[in-house]
């Protein structure tokens, strides 16, 4: 939704409409809060509005899908360039299905679940097939395969290396790519390091990638450390060298001003954090989660806060 508010520079685009055309998107069950209404893009007027602008939102789980597909009717959004579509999108080289957890399994907006759920006899019993395509696929299929793409914004569980790989045309004309890194999926079963292999494929392609934080960057295109290869969290940002010299300008030098001023946000809270940390995790198994699902649930918000406030921190000491 801030997407297409930015895209079009519009102000009738809201997230407050959004959150309330999606009441089943609970804070509860969604890491990433889809239906919180705070931190919206700042629209300015004297720039006029865009009518050309096409925002593609890709979701495999059936009972999520509904939700997205009936709230952009609802709001009007679909009319403005958003369009819902249910795909889970892989690296196969023809279009077909696999099996997605279905609404009676889980509920709208949980985030962490996918193809996995599905492997045994007994998990397929929850699970219906959904269409697969590559983006290649995808692109040709929405009639958008020459046109340039702005961003591409990718999180599917662990699955990240195998969507970019068969985006491989498409990257080479999108400005903008950002995906997830962690110990799930295809990170942890591709050959190692996965994501050195990634970033050294987007880099074939054009892009320059970084690991991205609260108003930081730290590239890891021609900047490899081996202990990247380690299972952790984080988002990855790319941008297009070719496409967009502006912004890659821009990103590096925002890497430059990060290295310029390290931040560890263990050091300025040395006890509070790890503790805590410990803490949200202990919560998560207490109430019967694996270890990877009480990260998500409860853990990875705490730290993302907790970076904030450490940025904050550090921005006042500049300031002064």
């Keep these: 939704v801030n997407l297409l508010r930015m895209g079009r520079n519009d102000p009738s685009i809201g997230r407050h409409a959004w959150a309330a055309a999606t009441p089943e ?34 979701e495999p789980m059936p009972s999520t899908v509904a939700v997205l597909a009936r709230a952009a009717s609802e709001t009007g959004f679909q009319t403005a360039g958003l369009t819902v579509r249910q795909y889970a999108i892989n690296n196969d080289e023809a279009v077909g299905s ?72 498409t990257l080479e004309r999108t400005e903008y790519v950002e995906f997830e890194f962690n110990w799930r999926g295809k990170w942890k079963d591709a050959p190692q390091p996965a994501v050195k292999n990634a970033i050294n494929f987007l880099d074939e392609k054009g892009l320059t990638c970084y690991w991205a934080g609260w ?26 060298r070719r496409e967009n010299p502006v912004l890659a300008r821009i990103m590096e030098d925002k890497f430059l001003a990060t290295i310029g001023r390290p931040v560890n946000f263990f050091k300025e809270y040395p006890i509070g954090a790890k503790r805590s940390y410990k803490q949200y995790l202990e919560e998560g198994l207490r109430q019967g989660m694996d270890s990877s699902t009480a990260n998500d649930t409860f853990v990875l918000p705490y730290l993302r806060k907790v970076v904030l406030e450490a940025n904050e921190k550090e921005n006042m000491k500049d300031s002064k």
């Excluded at 108003?215 to 941008?239: E, K, P, Q």
């Design 25 to 58: 998107f609970k804070s509860a069950t969604s890491v990433c809060q889809q239906n919180n209404a705070d931190g919206q893009f700042n629209v300015h007027g004297s720039m006029g509005m865009r009518e050309d602008v096409r925002i593609f939102c890709v």
């Design 215 to 240: 108003n930081m960057l730290w590239r890891i295109t021609d900047c490899w450390m081996d202990h990247y290869a380690g299972w952790f969290w984080s988002n990855v940002a790319c941008v297009n």
């Design 98 to 169: 696999t099996l997605f957890p279905k609404p009676a399994a889980q509920s709208a907006g949980v985030e962490n679940v996918g193809i996995d759920q599905c492997t045994s006899k007994k998990m397929r019993q929850n699970c219906e097939p959904v269409k697969t395509a590559r983006v290649d696929h995808f692109v040709d299929l929405e009639g958008i395969a020459d046109t340039k793409i702005n961003m591409l914004t990718i999180d599917v569980e662990g699955w990240d290396y195998e969507v970019l790989q068969g985006a491989s045309s």
